[in-house]
């Protein structure tokens, strides 16, 4: 499912049909570029990142219309016919439809990882040794380090050196960020990311967001309000979870309301207070959400206690049968 919004950005990936090489030669790289400019201006797209490997590429783009899906398959389908003709080709050149995570539009530390790992991409793949980062002539970072009468006018620079503390675009901003994407640079060749920067570079191309806990939730929110939030329709496993886990959030907090517990009090009730198994229960019941996941928001310890509460769910007696109809009742 493609979120689209005023201004959202993402970072879009996609592989050759089969992982097959896409660019062969420089001509092919100066083709998709030529192409990514048109679409800038034909769909008022700004770019602010790009990186082409033999086999995938990866843009950095915002969508100022809202209009990622028109924008895409202009790009996509024009680069393919052009790159056919050229080639003597036909058929798919792309493996399936591209990726396109969103990025958080709050927090730039979100879009200076993307714009870090999009450039860093020769360097991770083994291609370019440090020190050589700008010789890569497949990517928008040499064009960084050049003077702005040298770079497309649809490149937009100024949002990536400003998330990197960079103020503006001048020799001196520019000799910085080349000091910044060495240090980068060695520290990926090298191996010394923190556990924490791994974590989050092993990630960047899995998921569907690139973002903190309260835009991935408004993003959830942004597919629900445009009635797009068909589980067995979506591919991505992460965003069927994350649309899974907000729909049993809404459940839980009115089962919490229906006792009457405050969210805090979850805290003073004992692990497997009856209350707690039966919304346990009814939660893995209804919605394909993880054990893991509902043991935390009920603070029920190890998971394995909700394994009981479904039984406890499924074989409710007296009081807590009463308890359980209410509830299906009161949660509609």
Same mark, same amino acid.
């Given at each position: ?20 090489? !896409? ?5 092919? *790289? ?87 790992? !999009? ?94 806990? *309260? ?118």
């Amino acid at each position: 499912m493609r979120i689209e919004y005023p201004g959202a950005r993402y970072h879009v990936m996609c592989r050759g049909n089969q992982s097959r090489d !896409i660019f062969q030669r420089q001509e092919d *790289a100066d083709l998709f570029v030529r192409c990514l400019g048109e679409m800038c201006v034909r769909n008022q797209v700004v770019v602010y990142a790009w990186c082409l490997m033999r086999n995938h590429y990866h843009l950095l783009l915002e969508t100022p219309q809202g209009n990622l899906v028109d924008a895409m398959k202009w790009f996509q389908g024009t680069f393919t016919q052009r790159y056919n003709a050229r080639h003597k080709l036909w058929g798919h050149l792309f493996q399936g439809r591209y990726k396109a995570k969103v990025v958080d539009d709050k927090d730039a530390s979100y879009f200076r990882k993307v714009s870090d790992y !999009i450039h860093l991409n020769p360097a991770d793949a083994g291609v370019v040794q440090p020190g050589q980062l700008a010789d890569y002539r497949w990517s928008s970072y040499p064009l960084y380090l050049a003077s702005p009468s040298k770079r497309p006018e649809w490149l937009n620079v100024l949002s990536v050196l400003s998330a990197c503390a960079i103020p503006n675009d001048s020799l001196t901003s520019r000799r910085a960020y080349a000091a910044y994407m060495e240090l980068r640079h060695q520290a990926v060749a090298l191996d010394q990311l923190s556990a924490e920067e791994r974590a989050d570079w092993m990630h960047m191309e899995r998921g569907w967001v690139h973002g903190a806990r *309260a835009f991935r939730d408004r993003m959830v929110s942004c597919l629900e309000e445009n009635g797009k939030a068909h589980l067995k329709s979506l591919v991505d496993a992460e965003q069927k979870r994350d649309l899974t886990e907000a729909a049993a959030e809404a459940v839980l907090q009115k089962c919490l309301a229906y006792f009457r517990i405050e969210q805090d009090g979850l805290c003073r009730m004992a692990k497997s207070a009856p209350e707690k198994m039966l919304i346990a229960g009814l939660l893995r019941y209804h919605y394909p959400v993880r054990a893991e996941w509902v043991s935390g928001r009920l603070v029920m310890g190890h998971f394995t206690t909700v394994s009981r509460a479904m039984k406890f769910y499924d074989q409710a007696e007296g009081e807590w049968l009463k308890n359980k109809e209410q509830i299906l009742k009161f949660i509609g």
